[in-house]
């Protein structure tokens, strides 16, 4: 199965910050990467898909990119409605996994 | 607007079956694959199970294959996650998301509410 190791687990920022989040798969996954922002309470809510497309409706301070295979999700003005839990997952293949997630925390 | 509605959630005993539905609304449902993920209290997403649009392909991950068996209905665009030999971490809750895509993964575009499920005696 493909590992998804995701870091920071726990990352404390101020509104306009600028925020990475980063994710490591243990092989390659050909871009099959997604990632979504969770609420307490919530269901998860999808922000990117296949490594760097923006998922409608979602602002476009959320951006993602990759290298190899290190994904990287950008908040580029961290707003108060983003502090939640992100976590991604790869789907290249039918065993999909999820990172462990990371919270995002007002410093 | 698309809407997913879990139900069937319950407290079962360690061994004992359940089956949970998802009905949704909104979209064509038969164009698009299914999924069931479930987060334990407190914890991170584990995905359950995947479905095909036409229902011909079913995917599982280990710790569920076997025991889990994922289903649905197009003429009555519901889906179905029937879970036999339940043991404690099982317990959780279960979301239906749908994917982006009819076959293989583009991501979960929509989640339902979540049901719980505990498995405790």
């Known amino acids: 199965d493909i590992q998804m190791t995701q870091s920071p687990s726990t990352l404390s920022a101020s509104v306009g910050d600028r925020v990475t989040i980063t994710c490591r798969a243990s092989q390659s996954i050909n871009s099959w990467l997604a990632w979504y922002q969770q609420k307490p309470g919530k269901a998860p809510n999808l922000l990117i898909y296949?490594?760097?497309s923006l998922e409608s409706g979602v602002p476009s301070r959320f951006s993602g990119s990759e290298s190899g295979t290190e994904f990287t999700l950008t908040i580029s003005s961290l707003q108060p409605d983003d502090f939640a839990t992100y976590y991604c997952q790869q789907y290249n293949s039918y065993s999909l996994t999820f990172g462990g997630g990371t919270k995002v925390e007002i410093k | 607007e698309v809407q997913l509605l879990e139900s069937g959630g319950d407290l079962v005993q360690p061994g004992g079956s359940l089956r949970l539905s998802c009905a949704a609304s909104g979209f064509t449902f038969s164009n698009y694959a299914m999924n069931w993920v479930r987060q334990t209290p407190g914890k991170g997403l584990e995905w359950v199970s995947a479905?095909?649009?036409?229902?011909?392909?079913?995917y599982y991950p280990d710790s569920v294959r076997g025991r889990f068996t994922v289903s649905r209905d197009n003429s009555e665009n519901t889906l179905y996650l029937q879970m036999n030999s339940l043991r404690a971490e099982d317990t959780a809750v279960y979301y239906c998301?749908?994917?982006?895509?009819?076959?293989?993964?583009?991501?979960?575009?929509?989640w339902g509410q979540g049901t719980l499920v505990t498995v405790s005696s």
């Open positions: 998301a749908k994917d982006k895509a009819s076959s293989g993964s583009y991501g979960f575009d929509s």
């Open positions: 479905i095909t649009a036409s229902g011909a392909g079913t």
């Open positions: 296949k490594a760097s």
